[in-house]
Every structure is written in structure tokens, then in C-alpha cells.
């Protein structure tokens, strides 16, 4: 089974930097496009940036020039480098992906499945 799990949330003063990541693990064939999310309290969840596999970049206007997505293919994982963070940052940053997932292998045939996958998400709070 395919999982994401992200790391680097916590609490920043605002102006402050974060780095969030987000590592695929499973029986991975490919991981296509990843995108992170986010949702403060009170609010839908809405997307901060989203990367394809080459390296295309989509970002919300709100974190534009602050915010910047950026992958590693050779490792399964994104990252999200915050900087001049501000109080309405704050939220539930979830990690998404787009994922060929292999279900059988054999030396003739290769199955697999293409499914969306979500992380269980990492808090950042502003501290002030």
C-alpha cells in the first residue's frame, strides 16, 4: 500500500522559515504529480502549490515569492520551503500525490494502478 508521510510542521514566528517533506513509500512504479494543501480552522482546504513530475510548478496567489514546492524523484518526496511566513499560514499542511502503484510483477507482465494518495498532514502555528 502507498503512503505519504510529512514532517517539518511546527510552530514559527512570523517572518520565520519552515521546510515541510513528503516521502512516497510502497510498491511505487511512478509518482507523478505532488501538491501540498492546506487547511486552517474554520476554512476548506485549499492548494498552496502543486509540482509535475518534470518540475512544473502551479502556486496559490496567496504564497506566491514566499513559498516555493520542489521534488526529488530519485527519492519519492516533495518539499515545501516557507519563508516570510504570516499568521494566516497557519494550518493543516497535507501532502498529495498522483501515483502509479504496482500490484503484480513477474518477469513477463507488470500490473499496476494509478490512485491519489494523501498524507495525514503536519501542523504549522504561528507563535505570536
Known amino acids: 500500500q502507498v503512503q505519504l508521510v510529512e514532517s517539518g510542521g511546527g510552530l514559527v514566528q512570523p517572518g520565520g522559515s519552515l521546510r515541510l517533506s513528503c516521502t512516497a513509500s510502497?510498491?511505487?512504479?511512478?509518482?507523478?504529480?505532488m501538491g501540498w494543501y492546506r487547511q486552517a480552522p474554520g476554512k476548506q482546504r485549499e492548494l498552496v502549490a502543486r509540482i509535475t513530475i518534470s518540475g512544473t510548478t502551479d502556486y496559490a496567489d496567496s504564497v506566491k515569492g514566499r513559498l516555493t514546492i520542489s521534488r526529488d524523484n530519485a527519492k519519492n518526496t516533495a518539499y515545501l520551503q516557507m519563508n516570510s511566513l504570516k499568521f494566516e499560514d497557519t494550518a493543516v499542511y497535507y501532502c498529495?500525490?498522483?501515483?502509479?502503484?504496482?500490484?503484480?510483477?513477474?518477469?513477463?507482465?507488470?500490473?499496476?494502478?494509478?490512485?491519489?494518495?494523501w498524507g495525514q498532514g503536519t501542523l504549522v502555528t504561528d507563535s505570536s
Open positions: 510502497g510498491s511505487i512504479l511512478n509518482v507523478h504529480a
Open positions: 498529495d500525490a498522483d501515483v502509479s502503484e504496482i500490484m503484480a510483477s513477474d518477469i513477463d507482465s507488470l500490473e499496476y494502478r494509478d490512485l491519489e494518495v
